[in-house]
DNA sequence: CATCATGTTACACG
DNA sequence: GCGTGTAACATGAT
């Protein structure tokens, strides 16, 4: 569930206590190596160990872990992974894949850096250039200052996708999925099953503020709660309990008072009010 | 027991 | 090439 909003609220908490420090051992537990994008487990972990992390990025949903050897870790997280700040003591969860062990500091209560994942389709992968670590076509990111109004509509314009389908696609734009999809769509007055390639320039423009609005309401908020998400401290968001339409089929909405509807478009559960948005 | 679920990729088909 | 549908990945919740 992790979209932009949670994999920044996780970069926010790890930053402060990652700077800086060294990686004294990284371990992928046995059974979980598929989560190493690398070549085996022991050419990642040869190249995590022993490293400074000089910086923490973020692009999409990916993070990005800048190390002094000049490589950059990149984490994705998927469905359910999180990454999550133990003491040296604390007992990993049952669902820990993988940790980073750091060098104890002074002033930071953390050494280890845990990575649960309960469904097990997050990566790891430690690249020498961070574009090699994400996917080919990968997009702008959506709160970039690269991303415009102007360059949302000229992509769109471009697709004969449904408007869902094209916010879902990372080589539209990267870091949207499929709950902040559904609350932008509401708020800019769109039916996702709209073409993109015929919605209006002032309909691209509401739908651009729709995506900053949203994404940085959710980051206010730590991020949504849904499911299995938990911060870096271990601590679940907010933001599900502000939604317009996900998760509210059958219920009115809060605007108009219909009742908000459930669809499948690319075979995506996907929510809407009938009466506030148009096709 | 069956169905559904946040992300992404691969593949078949029209 | 494009869009769509489906399966796959692995697991828990309902």
New binding site residues.
């Given amino acids: 569930?992790?979209?932009l909003p949670e994999v920044e609220t996780t970069r926010r908490g790890l930053h402060p206590h990652l700077i800086g420090r060294v990686i004294s051992d990284a371990k992928i537990y046995s059974?979980f190596e598929?989560l190493c994008l690398n070549t085996d487990v022991k050419e990642l972990t040869d190249r995590l160990i022993g490293q400074r992390i000089e910086g923490t990025d973020r692009y999409?949903?990916?993070l990005i872990f800048w190390l002094s050897s000049g490589d950059s870790l990149i984490v994705?997280?998927?469905?359910?992974g999180a990454l999550v700040l133990r003491n040296i003591s604390s007992l990993g969860g049952?669902?820990e894949r993988a940790r980073l062990t750091l060098e104890s500091s002074p002033n930071c209560p953390f050494e280890i850096v845990s990575f649960d994942d309960?469904?097990?389709?997050g990566t790891w992968n430690v690249v020498n250039h961070v574009r090699d670590g994400l996917?080919?076509d990968i997009g702008p990111d959506a709160l970039a200052s690269d991303f415009t109004a102007d360059s949302l509509i000229s992509v769109l314009r471009?697709?004969?996708?449904?408007i869902k389908?094209?916010l879902?696609d990372?080589s539209t734009l990267?870091g949207?999925?499929?709950?902040?999809?559904d609350e932008i769509c509401f708020l800019a007055g769109i039916d996702p099953r709209k073409?993109?390639?015929t919605i209006s320039r002032k309909k691209s423009e509401q739908l651009f503020t729709a995506i900053r609005d949203t994404l940085n309401k959710a980051l206010d908020q730590g991020g949504?709660s849904?499911?299995?998400?938990v911060n870096a401290h271990g601590m679940p968001g907010g933001a599900l309990d502000h939604c317009n339409v996900y998760g509210r089929a059958g219920m009115e909405c809060y605007r108009c008072g219909q009742t908000i509807k459930?669809i499948?478009?690319?075979?995506?559960?996907t929510h809407y009010c009938p009466k506030c948005q148009h096709r």
Avoid: W
Avoid at 118 to 121: E, L, M
Avoid at 158 to 162: D, E, L, P, V
Avoid at 264 to 269: D, E, F, N, P
């Fill in positions: 569930m992790p979209e059974g598929r999409g949903k990916y994705h997280l998927r469905m359910t049952k669902y309960v469904r097990r389709f996917a080919r471009q697709k004969t996708c449904t389908s094209a879902l990372q990267a949207l999925g499929n709950i902040y999809v073409r993109s390639n949504s849904f499911s299995d998400y459930k499948k478009i690319v075979g995506r559960g």
